[in-house]
C-alpha cells in the first residue's frame, strides 16, 4: 500500500509540474494588443466561423480606430467618405500594417542600402 501512495504522489507532482509549465509557456506566448487612436485594424467577421473556405478571408475592413475605451472596447470607423463609428470588442480587432505609397517603399530601401554598405566587413578568422 505505501509504495502505491507513494506512486500517486509523485504522478499529483508530476501532473502540476507539468500544468505550471504549460501556463509559463502559454503566458509567455501571450500578445497584448495595444491600439492606438489614428492606428488601422481588421476586424474578425463571426459569420465565417463555421464556415471552412480556404480561400475565403474572415476579417473586413480596413477601419480606423478612434478611441479606446478601458474596458477593452473600441470605437472604429470606416476609411471611406461615409464614417460609420462602431463599437466592438479589442478581442475581434487585430492590427493592419498600412501599406506603403511606392515612394516611402523607395526611401526604406535606400536607408537599408545605406545601413548596408556603411557596415564594416568582416574577415573570417584563420586558424
Not at 470606416?78 to 487585430?94: C, F, N, Q, W, Y
Request: proline share 6%.
Amino acid at each position: 500500500m505505501n509504495g502505491l501512495d507513494e506512486q500517486r504522489m509523485q504522478a499529483l507532482l508530476h501532473s502540476e509540474v507539468v500544468q505550471l509549465q504549460r501556463k509559463i509557456w502559454h503566458d509567455w506566448h501571450l500578445k497584448e494588443k495595444q491600439f492606438q487612436p489614428g492606428d488601422w485594424a481588421l476586424l474578425y467577421d463571426s459569420r465565417y466561423e463555421d464556415f471552412k473556405g480556404k480561400l475565403r478571408t474572415r476579417c473586413l475592413g480596413p477601419y480606423t480606430v478612434e478611441k479606446c475605451n478601458n474596458n477593452g472596447s473600441v470605437l472604429i470607423k470606416t476609411i471611406d467618405e461615409e464614417a460609420i463609428p462602431m463599437l466592438v470588442s479589442g478581442h475581434r480587432l487585430k492590427i493592419y500594417r498600412k501599406p506603403l505609397s511606392k515612394q516611402e517603399f523607395i526611401e526604406t530601401l535606400d536607408k537599408s542600402v545605406l545601413v548596408v554598405e556603411q557596415a564594416p566587413i568582416s574577415t573570417p578568422p584563420t586558424f
